[in-house]
């Protein structure tokens, strides 16, 4: 009875009275709203109707859904309606309902997520969802009319869980994220280097020795514990489930097997698809870093065509990624199969010999009614077909030459699109694309190309590469999350709305007022604000000088010895025990704080793995005064120091090489 009469003063309201009406807050920004005076009530115990039954099972998770659309407590329709084009929707409230129309699922998905925005952000309570206890509270929302479509059909989103393995719940997690801003493909990158993490049945060594690293393992352990084995692999039911998992939130799993560059792991469990060529072993203390397939091999391509066969199986998507990128083409011209292959074509450059990788590539996927992707290096052999999607990665120029070439492009250029940099220069993350903030991939933009050009960009794309992951989130909560959000927003923004419709200032407010606390109900993380300045760096006269023989030209120990490199020194081979770097002060030092690091400054790698540091107050007496830990000690405050020593423990380090850098002082 209570309920009757709260429902009808509601009713009551929402017929008389019009509010100050304030702009609904929605990331990506759809391209059509109109806004009306009135205020539209969701009764409590309010109910959604959806004419289409997948929408329906996804929708329960968040709400009661009645199966009668003449429920009389049915206030929310989801019904489709053939005229509008795929993925776009249509929302009006008024009079009391909510009504989303689409022509198939992807529309009604599209139209929820915008639904989720303009209820109150407890509708996506990550505590609450998924539980049974539905959203079905009063509540109010102005009367709107929305007409919404993405200018772009690809808003994808990289995830690299080659160099980290990323349990499959997470991955769940994530992918459950991004759907809510209305990215619509996952570009999964499977395999590289440090990993396999896809178990193929006829050739199980592959996930089950390629999936782990360090210990035993053949797979040399780089970016994270030494002295342990680790990894995880994917079986294929699991990744099955992933795919239907995706698929409900309306993303497509693209996979990638990067090859036939990027195939270390690959070649430590089947070291006979290598070129035959030896390596200079003495420099990395054993350890072999051949990494390229044997172009001229054709037991390579029975065996990936094996591979095809089963990952066709699992994933359905039309383009299947097969890498492309950084191929090393020395162990080619070394090799004397491959050598022969380029003379006896008579080729002027290497990239032809991947473009006749490349083009088997095509042919076997063919054979599974399956199309290429690659990374844009392979495209530039220009031989493919042109429906090849390609991933324009490492500059804007080369998307623009991709696309100009003919090629469905994905443009996704590292300085704008690569999450894994650094958000500012007091924020760890990787360096080598400058500083991308929010602000920097919200401002990514085609202008300039022409309508011909633009019919080939078929969208745009995040990439979350994982080799610092391990080591950052030692030193930020929730570094997955901080990398990603709200960074992957404004790119979905961007790849959704039409650039006349986006405006930094406007993205900022809705950001702040509305998505940070759904983030926050969802049990999302998110990177807010760039850090406070830290404290001023000290620079005294010092002195640098090292056992390792150094690298020419990269070896510029005056320049360490003048704080004059962020970049550091390289040495000719990798750490053997007892080697030792010294930094000698002409007068004693004292500070608040030293930080020593070996090998890059943003991820543990090319470092000294096991060593200590000691000082001295004399120059010439050392004490141990901390071990090194990811290649990287802090000193806390010490007074009169004369020299700083860091001594190498064991051999090796995974690399061919050791950077030395100065100290940071404080
Ligand atoms: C890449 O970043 N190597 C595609
Ligand atoms: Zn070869």
């Not at 009808?8 to 304030?22: G, R, Y």
């Not at 497509?252 to 270390?264: F, T």
């Not at 996704?412 to 220069?425: A, I, K, L, R, V």
Request: charged share 25%.
């Amino acid at each position: 009875m209570r309920f009757l009469t709260v429902s009808l003063v509601c009713v009551l309201v929402s017929a008389c009275k019009s509010v100050q009406v304030e702009p609904l807050d929605i990331v990506p920004k759809p391209q059509s709203i109109t806004m009306g005076a009135e205020v539209v009530s969701l009764d409590r115990g309010f109910r959604i109707w959806s004419s289409d039954r997948l929408m329906g099972d996804y929708l329960s998770q968040y709400f009661h859904v009645c199966t009668d659309s003449t429920d009389r407590r049915a206030q929310v329709f989801f019904s489709l309606s053939a005229t509008l084009p795929e993925e776009a929707y249509t929302l009006t409230a008024r009079d009391g309902r909510v009504e989303i129309c689409a022509s198939g699922y992807p529309g009604l998905f599209n139209g929820a997520q915008t639904l989720f925005q303009i209820l109150p952000p407890d509708v996506l309570d990550a505590r609450r969802v998924g539980r049974g206890k539905v959203f079905s509270r009063q509540c109010t929302l102005p009367s709107v009319d929305i007409y919404d479509y993405p200018c772009f059909s690809y808003r994808g989103q990289h995830l690299d869980v080659a160099r980290t393995y990323i349990p499959i719940g997470r991955i769940e997690k994530f992918i459950d994220d991004i759907s809510h801003f209305k990215i619509n493909k996952l570009h999964l990158h499977l395999v590289d280097d440090e990993a396999w993490r896809i178990e193929i049945k006829k050739y199980p060594e592959l996930a089950l020795i390629g999936g782990y690293r360090g210990g035993d393992s053949p797979i040399f352990p780089t970016f994270c514990d030494f002295d342990k084995k680790y990894g995880g692999y994917y079986t294929q039911d699991e990744l099955k489930s992933l795919v239907g998992f995706a698929a409900a939130r309306n993303i497509e799993i693209i996979p990638e097997i990067d090859l036939p560059g990027h195939s270390m792991a690959l070649g430590k469990v089947h070291p006979e698809f290598l070129c035959p060529v030896s390596t200079d072993t003495a420099r990395t203390a054993g350890y072999d870093l051949r990494n390229v397939l044997c172009v001229s091999n054709e037991a390579v391509y029975s065996f990936l065509d094996d591979i095809f066969a089963e990952v066709t199986s699992i994933f359905p998507s039309e383009h299947i990624h097969v890498g492309g990128d950084e191929v090393r083409f020395s162990y080619w011209k070394s090799c004397p199969h491959c050598s022969e292959l380029y003379r006896s074509r008579g080729f002027e450059s290497y990239k032809q010999v991947e473009t006749v990788f490349m083009k088997r590539m095509e042919e076997i996927l063919a054979g599974y009614g399956r199309k290429l992707s690659v990374w844009n290096e392979a495209g530039e052999g220009d031989d493919l077909s042109k429906e090849t999607y390609v991933h324009g990665w490492k500059n804007p120029e080369a998307c623009r030459d991709m696309v100009g070439r003919g090629y469905k492009t994905i443009i996704m250029p590292g300085e704008y699109c690569y999450f894994d940099m650094y958000q500012s220069d007091r924020e760890p993350g990787a360096v080598w694309n400058g500083v991308v903030d929010v602000w920097k991939t919200y401002s990514l933009s085609l202008e300039g190309y022409s309508p011909a050009e633009l019919e080939n960009v078929v969208g745009f794309e995040g990439a979350f590469w994982t080799e610092l992951l391990a080591h950052n989130s030692k030193l930020i909560p929730n570094y997955f999350d901080y990398q990603l959000f709200p960074r992957l927003i404004a790119l979905a923004e961007v790849a959704w709305t039409r650039d006349s419709l986006r405006n930094a200032d406007d993205f900022r407010l809705r950001l702040e007022k509305s998505i940070y606390p759904l983030l926050d109900k969802m049990g999302t993380s998110y990177r807010a604000d760039a850090p406070a300045p830290g404290p001023a760096r000290l620079t005294p006269q010092m002195k640098c000088t090292t056992s390792f023989p150094l690298y020419e030209p990269k070896s510029d120990l005056k320049c360490i010895s003048e704080y004059g490199t962020e970049v550091g020194a390289w040495t000719k081979r990798c750490c053997r025990k007892s080697d030792w770097i010294l930094y000698e002060f002409t007068e004693p030092v004292s500070f608040n704080a030293m930080e020593l690091v070996t090998g890059y400054h943003f991820i543990p790698r090319a470092h000294i793995v096991f060593g200590h540091v000691e000082a001295s107050y004399d120059g010439s007496t050392f004490i141990k005064v901390a071990d090194l830990e990811d290649g990287r000690a802090s000193l806390g405050k010490m007074s009169g120091v004369k020299a700083i020593r860091i001594i190498c423990d064991a051999d090796g380090n995974g690399s061919d090489h050791m950077i030395i850098q100065c100290p940071r002082i404080y």
